[in-house]
């Protein structure tokens, strides 16, 4: 009888001691979703009064933490089988403090000088590197020693709305107009970061937002094309749109018009490098006269919204942020990952939240496509090269101007096409069809070249 007790008792403390633990645990979790709640509740903790002046990054960091430590992280360097850069090292000089830089795209193909000759991109190019070097590395390019760069470079490669701000007395157009006409040197005076959260983010609301005037007046210019009157970026784009487009406010073709050297994107026939040429045919635009043939030829610059545009992801509603910053969660807050970079990188966030394949899976369909890109590639690069040498040759044997004016424009129509692709930063990837095309139209306007030195 008293062993039964004992049992009972024993029994009874055990359930009373799995009860309060569970009760315990209970709470635990409901005082931990109850946190967790808390903290999604406040986006942010305002510790900075941030203002539409407030320029540094590591002001908005102290209210914004976790978005600034991946933005410290754009330092990093890490290639791709296409893209991205080891870190080289140098030895600094007086005019290049840099102890270490990207690698030579011209060492890696010397084509690339035969197709510049006679425009500074013979004398530098190099591996494009995340945000954070997008300013040293425009600064201390040789570029700058082999042309008098104006301060419209500014505007894609610095933090550029205050200083826009400030040079305009508060009008940000006519900063942007004054900025453009300084010598690079003078330019360079007025900036002092890469591009900022002041860049793309509404100090007050932390909207993404347009602050390029480029970008504002190419939008402006490529809507009325499409019968949309007085098209404001900023007020009539929707929320997703704007997850590209404040990528698309530097990743873009552009050209400086005019004594002024505005930075005008030319849209005004439509976004595909069709349309873009024919406008610079219109107003017989060049960048340079090719050295070796004596062509005037155009540089594209890094079309990668352009390009975007015409693929698939892009007919889907998928944006830029969508794969090169793709959200994350951070405890209980769901942030864009602000680590700028090649979604090959990151393929579980960027790729498999749509693609439910096996990561290496995916970076081979990638591959795939970037190698038959390049492989088009180095065919339509070394007909160019054999086009610019059949154009040298008949100009030294005597040919006129007038007999090598036909080959010259294929020249012209061909470079500015292989360079839409080559200068356009996802090897094919953005828009593999239209990639194909592009260069298919290059090696064709190549062969047109030399029939026409053929025919005369």
């Not at 403090?97 to 000088?113: G, M, T």
């Not at 190019?125 to 945000?131: I, T, V």
């Not at 959200?327 to 960027?350: C, E, F, T, W």
Request: with cysteine; aromatic share 10%.
């Amino acid at each position: 009888m008293i062993k039964e007790k004992f049992g009972s008792a024993k029994l009874t403390a055990l359930v009373i001691g799995i009860t309060a633990a569970a009760a315990i645990a209970v709470a635990a979790l409901l005082v931990n979703i109850f946190e967790r709640k808390q903290e999604a509740k406040n986006i942010f903790y305002k510790v900075e009064d941030i203002t539409d002046t407030t320029e540094s990054p590591e002001i908005w960091g102290r209210n914004f933490p976790l978005q600034y430590d991946d933005y410290l992280r754009t330092v990093d360097q890490v290639r791709t089988k296409y893209g991205g850069s080891e870190a080289l090292p140098r030895t600094p000089s007086q005019a290049d403090p840099r102890s270490i830089v990207a690698h030579s795209r011209l060492e890696e193909d010397p084509r690339l000088k035969t197709m510049w000759a006679g425009y500074a991109f013979a004398r530098d190019f190099r591996e494009e590197r995340g945000h954070a070097y997008m300013l040293d590395d425009q600064t201390f390019t040789e570029r700058q020693i082999a042309a008098k760069q104006p301060g419209t470079c500014m505007h894609c490669h610095a933090s550029v709305y205050v200083p826009y701000k400030k040079l305009g007395g508060g009008d940000l157009i006519k900063g942007f107009e004054k900025m453009n006409q300084m010598p690079y040197p003078e330019a360079r005076k007025f900036v002092s970061h890469p591009v900022a959260c002041i860049d793309c983010h509404d100090p007050n609301s932390m909207q993404l937002r347009i602050t390029r005037p480029a970008f504002i007046e190419g939008m402006r210019t490529l809507k009325a094309a499409q019968g949309i009157k007085n098209y404001d970026v900023n007020t009539m784009a929707t929320r997703q749109e704007m997850r590209a487009f404040v990528c698309g406010q530097c990743h873009v073709e552009y050209y400086f018009k005019g004594q002024e050297k505005r930075l005008t994107y030319p849209w005004m026939q439509g976004l595909k490098a069709d349309s873009i040429l024919s406008y610079y045919e219109k107003v017989k635009f060049d960048d340079w006269i090719h050295a070796e043939t004596g062509a005037g030829v155009i540089k594209a610059q890094h079309p990668e919204f352009e390009m975007w545009n015409q693929g698939i992801h892009a007919r889907s509603g998928v944006k830029c942020a969508d794969c090169h910053m793709p959200y994350k969660r951070v405890g209980a807050l769901k942030i864009s990952d602000h680590h700028v970079q090649s979604p090959i990188l990151n393929i579980n966030r960027a790729c498999q939240t749509c693609h439910k394949w096996d990561e290496n899976e995916l970076k081979e369909r990638v591959e795939i496509i970037q190698d038959r890109t390049f492989r088009l590639r180095g065919i339509a690069m070394d007909a160019i090269i054999s086009l610019v040498q059949d154009i040298k040759k008949a100009k030294e044997s005597g040919k006129t101007d007038a007999e090598l004016a036909a080959a010259r424009s294929y020249q012209r129509k061909a470079q500015f096409y292989l360079d839409f692709v080559e200068a356009e930063n996802s090897m094919g990837f953005h828009a593999p069809q239209e990639a194909a095309r592009i260069l298919g139209e290059s090696i064709n306007y190549i062969r047109l070249g030399q029939v026409a030195l053929r025919d005369k």
